[in-house]
């Protein structure tokens, strides 16, 4: 059997009898940290039948408990764990950078799994840049504000999502301020 994709040690292994997914998966040492939540099966055709695909959710396996998902895996069988998606957050937060989706992700977890708002951000002035494909992207300018109390609140970021913190000015040259004592001299500076 083939584990490709997502996986701590992807490969090639031996087939055993009266093998499933989970013993599998076991042989492959689990999951990566970037994997997604599904599992894809592809089998050779067999006595004249077509190949055959079969996608299987993990959190419906394992969370949920459903045996059946759980499915028996035959010698041949190749298993595809794919990447989970990424949003990247950027601007007014404490850790910029590109972070998995796990299942489903609303714009303010995505901002949270980045640390935080920094204290010189511009809680009304979001920016949530989607990927359309071929090249294009659409701009939606959000509020935190929004995001807790209504509907917009169930948001969910989806896989090349860019969300950008603005910041606030008042807060940045705040900020930026710093004072400096030394040598009998007191003054005022500014870093921006």
């Given at each position: 059997?083939?584990?490709m ?23 492959a ?8 939540r ?7 055709p067999e ?10 959710d993990?959190?419906q ?18 298993i ?14 404490r850790?910029?950078g ?13 901002i ?10 511009d809680a ?9 494909g071929?090249g294009?992207r ?22 090349r999502?860019?969300?950008?913190v ?14 400096t004592?030394g ?10």
């Amino acid at each position: 059997i083939t584990l490709m994709g997502a996986l701590k040690k992807p490969g090639t292994y031996d087939f055993y009898a009266s093998m499933n997914l989970m013993d599998v998966l076991a042989m492959a040492e689990g999951l990566s940290d970037t994997a997604g939540r599904t599992v894809q099966i592809r089998r050779k055709p067999e006595n004249g039948k077509d190949a055959s695909s079969l996608v299987i959710d993990l959190d419906q396996m394992v969370k949920a408990g459903r045996e059946n998902l759980n499915v028996g895996i035959k010698g041949g069988d190749v298993i595809y764990v794919p990447e989970a998606g990424s949003v990247y957050v950027d601007g007014a937060v404490r850790k910029a950078g590109s972070y998995p989706i796990r299942k489903e992700m609303s714009v303010r977890e995505a901002i949270v799994a980045a640390g935080g708002l920094q204290s010189f951000a511009d809680a009304d002035n979001v920016k949530l840049i989607r990927y359309l494909g071929e090249g294009k992207r659409e701009v939606a300018k959000l509020s935190l504000a929004e995001l807790r109390t209504d509907e917009t609140g169930k948001l969910k970021v989806r896989d090349r999502d860019v969300i950008f913190v603005e910041s606030s000015a008042i807060g940045t040259f705040v900020q930026g301020l710093r004072l400096t004592l030394g040598s009998g001299l007191f003054g005022v500076g500014y870093t921006p």
